[in-house]
């Protein structure tokens, strides 16, 4: 359950917000509690667009704030202050000979289906603050924010692996953090710097630079350090967390027609430390070419390449594992059209190979998205066909879900998978939605494994 209650003015106070809620400062490597999956290669930029608190709606169980936040402005100056203490996931353990317990990770999944798992259930509590102040000059924005976070136990990762040198340790953690952004014609220019109390920090660099009305072209570099953590932060980059990378990426846009869209881009990116699945500093670079057509607003057509190089220990070789190059090609078509205003086809069909394994994989599916005209009821069906050699081939397949929440499975093996969800307005104030999921499975071809799921969601606004 999520509440909160919230003011919003134009005087001095611009926002309070009592109970639950978000942060977004900056590019986000100190402070972000909103979804970011990575970095896009055909998005058009990448600038966070403004300072904000806000009240939270999203499903994730751990990354948000629960107390109080306020956002007070007097003419160009703009201060935030937070304070939250909430519960969170955690595995512990306990030392050899004493009774004192400690985290040995932290658990993000959200589910709690086992005994196990609800061991894990609101583990530990942690406390976080801080603050962020910004001011506008003429045509720049600058920006300094400070925050740290305090747990009940102190943080202990297990085992000897050198992948986990560079873990945090401890009960606290801060971080603090200057940025800017400007805009001098047509050129964007934004930038982030934090740091922590060890000197290990998280670099940003950008630049969006717009040299005709049909053209736009970005640039953005980032250096974090291993030994860089942020546990309600998240900077742009291509991996799960903001830390162990380096790395550079263009892309630009381009209206090459009338209706007509043309984008690419290229992402390298360097790991100086181990990470899963490397025991030795990696790189990697990823490519994407898109094609869109959009000759009318109920047809769109798009097309893309994608190529992407990646680095995994050998597990064929004895003792310090080799690295190897997996190579993965892909291509992917798809057709959206609304056949009426309430009723929207989609079609998409994707082909994949990977190298040097040869592993290959294909899907196909349908999606039909009907509204009811005399009722408020909405609904959204998938079909979904998949085939792929193994886990290597596996191909991701967004799906519609529930409010505020989003889902991206991983096809793998030879099967379907199917869903069909529906929205009932039952008022201005209350929906009910509910999702119920399929996946078969064809196991060598002698049986069918099935994997069923069924989401109810219900939202009152009061």
């Known amino acids: 359950m999520s509440a909160n209650l919230t003011y919003n003015g134009s005087g001095l106070i611009r926002r309070l917000i009592v109970g639950d809620y978000s942060a977004r400062f900056g590019q986000g490597t100190n402070i972000n509690t909103g979804i970011r999956t990575g970095l896009s290669l055909t998005a058009p930029g990448y600038m966070s667009a403004s300072d904000e608190i806000r009240p939270y709606t999203s499903t994730d169980e751990n990354n948000f704030f629960r107390g109080v936040a306020a956002e007070f402005s007097v003419k160009n100056l703009g201060l935030v ?39 894990k259930k609101d583990a530990i509590s942690e406390q976080a603050y801080g603050v962020n102040l910004s001011y506008n000059f003429n045509n720049v924005r600058i920006g300094l ?6 747990f009940s136990l102190p943080v202990y990762p297990t ?44 670099f940003v660099q950008g630049l969006s630079f717009r040299p005709s009305d049909r053209l736009t072209i970005n640039f953005l570099i980032r250096n974090y350090n291993a ?8 900077g742009p980059g291509s991996g799960s967390a903001t830390g162990n990378e380096q790395g550079i990426l263009g892309n630009f846009t381009f209206e090459a027609a009338k209706h007509l869209f043309i984008s690419g881009g290229c992402d390298i990116q360097h790991s100086p430390w181990l990470k899963y699945r490397c025991s030795a500093p990696s790189w990697g670079m990823r490519q994407e070419i898109r094609v869109r057509f959009l000759p009318t607003e109920k047809l769109a057509i798009e097309g893309s390449y994608n190529y992407r190089l990646s680095m995994a220990d ?30 929207t086809l989609g079609t998409r069909i994707d082909y994949k190979i990977v190298d040097p394994s040869g592993s290959r994989g294909m899907l196909l599916l349908q999606d039909i998205n009907y509204r009811f005209t005399q009722l ?38 030879e099967g379907s998978r ?19 999921g ?10 069918t494994k099935n994997n069923k799921e069924l989401k109810i969601q219900f939202k009152v606004m009061f």
């Open 227 to 234: 030994g860089y953590v942020s546990f309600h932060g998240k």
């Open 418 to 436: 199917s869903y069909i969800m529906v929205k009932w307005e039952i008022s201005d104030i209350m929906e009910l939605r509910a999702k119920y």
């Open 81 to 119: 202050l937070y304070y939250s203490k909430n519960y969170s996931d955690a595995t512990l353990g306990s030392s050899a000979g004493t009774s004192k317990d400690y985290i040995e990770n932290f658990y993000l999944a959200g589910t709690h289906n086992t005994s196990s798992l609800l061991l």
């Open 438 to 447: 399929l996946t078969s499975l064809d196991e060598s071809g002698m049986s």
């Open 145 to 150: 924010a400070w925050s740290e976070d305090r």
């Open 159 to 202: 085992g000897n692996d050198p992948e986990n040198i560079f873990d945090f340790e401890g009960d606290r953690n801060n971080l603090y953090t200057i940025y800017y952004n400007s805009l001098i014609k047509r050129i964007l220019l934004y930038g982030e710097f934090s740091t922590n109390e060890y000197k290990k920090h998280a």
């Open 314 to 343: 050998n597990p064929e070789t004895n003792g310090i594992p080799e690295q190897k190059e997996i190579i993965t090609k892909s291509l992917k078509g798809s057709v959206r059209y609304s056949l009426y205003d309430n009723l």
């Open 376 to 413: 408020p009821v909405t609904l959204w069906l998938r079909y979904c066909l998949y085939n792929t050699d193994d886990w290597d081939s596996r191909i991701y397949s967004y799906e519609n879900d529930l409010l505020y929440s989003f889902s991206i499975p991983a096809l793998s093996g």
